[in-house]
């Protein structure tokens, strides 16, 4: 009799735990046909990029996406709020138009800066000159007299305009070098000049500034047709434009040879003071293990050339859709999950520093973070950031993961910490589990990093899709657990540069009054 009931018993607890496993499969099986089915990534798109749009940190476009991404968690019956890190200096992008008023008519492709001061709606015009050469500091501050009224080029003119893959597909290997030469000996030229001057990159700025410049011209390329960088001004009363290679170089010719081109500029904006800057945070709350989290990270600012559409409006629409979906098919977790939408990564990291130094006890408790900032490609790499024990975590939640997805993704165990480039690092540095889902490029570092391209229409979005999938299966796995994740670290190997032992990044705070100085 007692034998009987012994393997009673035992046919119980198996079928039980058969049961619970078959759960389980369930919950990845209904996130996999949430999100082919009923996806909202194209709707979250939309809104947050062509409706709410650029978001740099301090302007009333950042709030605006605060408030849309809380109204949205809402309508999916998932509490969201903003909760304020600090104060950045208030600015607001109004009109640019750029024209070329002589010795011909012809309008240019260009924009403000960030920050730039304003023309006001009349504008200016004025001559534009090349950046003085000078045998010295001491020989630039004899001619810097002459940059008074005048438009300032402080960039290098390019050799091309055509990006190296063009060149290697259709030009000689003779022509492709010889190109590659000049373009070097112009980069050490300029170079030069602009050392010369005495000044930095952002000194110097200041310094035609004071020296009665009408404004700054830039162009910032980014190796490809069509794109430049655009990223802050560095005058206080002076507009300063970023114009494309191609109108820069007409520009720098015209100047150069002697044909006094003008310009007129209208660069409308306004300086708004100090104001608040916020992190978007979501919950999830969880049932057991509510004191402890999964985190979905993404920074939620971006630069405002474009509408930042892959830096990172593709990371905010996974972490999104991910929760939006975790909401719908497995809405009572067994640890707190939440997703953060962090404000002024761009600038340093500042809101995911913020956050941990501000919530020590959810950082505390962190079963795992995980990340992503890298464009719209399908995630194909995650290092386990020096964690010692990862593997052991980490593998068994890909486990779960369909295989089309995660046999794309190289892993890196246990890997080396991650000390910057995006918001995970925030949390490894402070001995958090955190871990950044590194996608394919899609030509990510020129054409849409912080490119005046980074739109809509650059998002791949049947990647996106997996990493959906990919983000809420890891986000599920991690707070099922039974386990809490490890935090023990490796022993760092040693710098080949410095000859000493690397050491384990320092957390630090977030810069909590920004752009004011």
Do not use: C
Not at 124 to 146: C, K, R, T
Not at 247 to 254: I, M, N
Not at 467 to 473: E, F, G, H, K, Y
């Amino acid at each position: 009799m007692k034998i009987k009931t012994k393997f009673l018993s035992f046919l119980f607890i198996v079928s039980t735990a058969i049961l619970v496993a078959q759960e389980q499969d369930q919950v990845v099986q209904d996130i996999i046909k949430e999100s082919n089915s009923n996806s909202k990534l194209e709707e979250i798109a939309h809104e947050l990029l062509d409706v709410v749009g650029p978001r740099l940190v301090g302007t009333p476009q950042m709030k605006n996406a605060h408030d849309w991404a809380v109204k949205k968690y809402k309508t999916w019956g998932i509490n969201a709020e903003n909760e304020q890190w600090g104060t950045w200096k208030g600015w607001e992008r109004g009109i640019t138009h750029i024209d070329m008023i002589s010795p011909r008519l012809q309008t240019l492709e260009g924009r403000q800066l960030a920050w730039s001061p304003s023309t006001g709606k009349k504008g200016v015009s004025a001559e534009v000159v090349i950046l003085p050469e000078a045998e010295d500091s001491a020989a630039f501050q004899d001619m810097i007299s002459s940059v008074k009224g005048k438009f300032v080029m402080i960039s290098m003119p390019q050799t091309t305009g055509r990006p190296d893959d063009n060149w290697e597909e259709w030009a000689t290997e003779e022509s492709f070098e010889k190109m590659k030469k000049e373009r070097d000996s112009l980069d050490n030229l300029w170079d030069n000049r602009l050392e010369n001057t005495g000044y930095g990159r952002r000194e110097l700025p200041k310094a035609l500034e004071e020296a009665g410049a009408a404004g700054i011209v830039t162009s910032n390329w980014s190796r490809g047709f069509g794109v430049n960088k655009v990223f802050g001004a560095y005058t206080n009363d002076i507009p300063s434009i970023d114009i494309s290679l191609e109108d820069y170089g007409l520009l720098y010719r015209l100047a150069e040879n002697g044909d006094t081109p003008k310009i007129k500029v209208v660069a409308e904006s306004k300086d708004l003071g100090e104001v608040p800057t916020f992190n978007t945070i979501a919950r999830i709350e969880g049932t057991e293990k509510p004191e402890e989290y999964v985190i979905l990270s993404a920074h939620f600012d971006s630069w405002d050339g474009a509408t930042g559409a892959t830096d990172n409006g593709t990371g905010t629409m996974v972490m999104m859709e991910a929760m939006r979906i975790l909401k719908e098919v497995y809405p009572n977790p067994k640890r707190t999950i939440i997703a953060g939408h962090w404000g002024s990564e761009e600038q340093g990291l500042n809101g995911s520093r913020a956050f941990v130094k501000d919530h020590p006890e959810i950082v505390d408790n962190l079963q795992a973070l995980f990340n992503q900032d890298n464009g719209t490609g399908r995630v194909v790499n995650l290092s386990g950031n020096g964690f010692l024990n990862a593997y052991d975590y980490l593998g068994d939640w890909l486990n779960a993961v369909p295989g089309e997805i995660s046999e794309r993704i190289e892993t890196n165990f246990p890997g080396t910490p991650g000390r910057g480039g995006s918001d995970y690092a925030s949390f490894v540095a402070a001995g958090a589990p955190a871990f950044n889902l590194s996608s394919l490029s899609w030509d990510y570092w020129n054409y849409t990093w912080h490119t005046n391209r980074d739109t809509y229409d650059k998002i791949v979005f049947d990647d996106v899709r997996d990493n959906v999938i990919l983000t809420a299966i890891l986000a599920y796995k991690a707070s099922e657990d039974n386990e809490k994740t490890s935090r023990e670290q490796r022993v760092l190997p040693v710098d080949r540069r410095s000859g000493e032992r690397m050491a384990w990044p320092e957390a630090r705070d977030a810069t909590r009054k920004g752009g004011l100085d």
